[in-house]
């Protein structure tokens, strides 16, 4: 048995829960969290046949803002060392701007940024202190997009994540730790149903939704390279790529059939 431990958000469905399957046969211990604590459960026995690790789970809602001290207490109370964090829990709101409260705007901003941020300085400092460390944050190619008309704060919020990772890699690289932003494209979970925009998913091309283990044995690659950015699949690249050259007034143009509904008026 590895004597690694890995902290995975969200790990109960999706991405995280192929993170922590890649993550198992690499030989980590893991702990998973997430809300629903039937899945987490089911998650962990469905995890626990691909290798000789142990599987801790914890119940927590991230838009708890003492939800990230209460993960960190666990590992510490449990002599857990976690060393690697992975920040992948997530959703999007589906209403409009105009018709989310303020509070669910608050609540969103804490589970994708606040909570990262608190998880992150709780456990870097323990990472400091043995001098190694490895961080993966899931953002999204909407952190290179431009501004869509659904989801306003989505896209924003996971260019703040990249523009995060980066400061952690510029602040601490030289002290042994490293940030992984992880960037994937449409990927097969169940984030559109619970988002509301699973029709505008069952719209995109098939060659554009790629599947979430092949997500994640990418993220986890990378971020076991101490890469600072990934974007997973060849096809994402090359649109991350053609965002970054062609001007975004254009972007609208080409987005009706690959992206759809994310420049529609509203
Ligand atoms: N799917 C895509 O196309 C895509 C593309 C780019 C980036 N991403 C990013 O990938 C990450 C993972 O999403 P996914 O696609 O794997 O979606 P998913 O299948 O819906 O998984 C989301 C996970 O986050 C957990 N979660 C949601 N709200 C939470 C909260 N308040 N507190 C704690 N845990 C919470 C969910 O479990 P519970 O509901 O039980 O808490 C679940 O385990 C997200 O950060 C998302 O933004 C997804």
């Not at 960190?72 to 409009?96: E, F, K, R, W």
């Not at 992150?120 to 869509?148: E, H, N």
């Not at 939704?209 to 986890?220: D, G, I, M, N």
Request: aromatic share 10%; proline share 6%.
């Amino acid at each position: 048995m590895k004597n690694e431990t890995a902290l995975i958000t969200g790990a109960s469905s999706g991405i995280g829960y192929e993170i922590a399957k890649c993550l198992v046969k690499k030989g980590f211990n893991l702990v998973l969290t997430a809300r629903d604590q039937s899945k987490l459960e089911n998650a962990a026995k469905t995890l626990s046949p691909y290798g000789n690790v142990t599987i801790d789970t914890v119940v927590a809602d991230l838009h708890d803002p003492l939800a990230p001290q209460v993960l960190y207490d666990y590992c510490h109370l449990n002599g857990l060392q976690i060393s690697l964090l992975v920040n992948n829990a997530g959703y999007a709101i589906p209403s409009s701007f105009d018709q989310t409260p303020m509070e669910e705007e608050e609540k969103f901003i804490r589970v994708l940024a606040l909570a990262v941020i608190a998880l992150t300085k709780l456990f870097i400092r323990d990472m400091l202190a043995v001098g190694k460390g490895r961080i993966m944050m899931i953002s999204s190619v909407a952190a290179f997009a431009p501004p869509s008309t659904i989801q306003t704060l989505y896209g924003p919020i996971k260019t703040f994540v990249n523009r995060f990772s980066e400061g952690i890699n510029i602040s601490y690289n030289k002290r042994g730790i490293s940030s992984t932003a992880v960037c994937p494209g449409y990927t097969v979970t169940n984030f559109h149903t619970a988002s509301g925009v699973q029709d505008e998913m069952d719209r995109v091309p098939s060659f554009m939704k790629k599947p979430a283990s092949r997500v994640a044995y990418e993220a986890v690659s990378a971020t076991l390279k101490g890469k600072k950015v990934i974007v997973p699949s060849k096809t994402f690249k090359l649109i991350v790529f053609l965002l970054k050259v062609v001007p975004h007034a254009l972007f609208p143009f080409f987005s009706k059939r690959l992206a759809p509904g994310r420049y529609d008026s509203r």
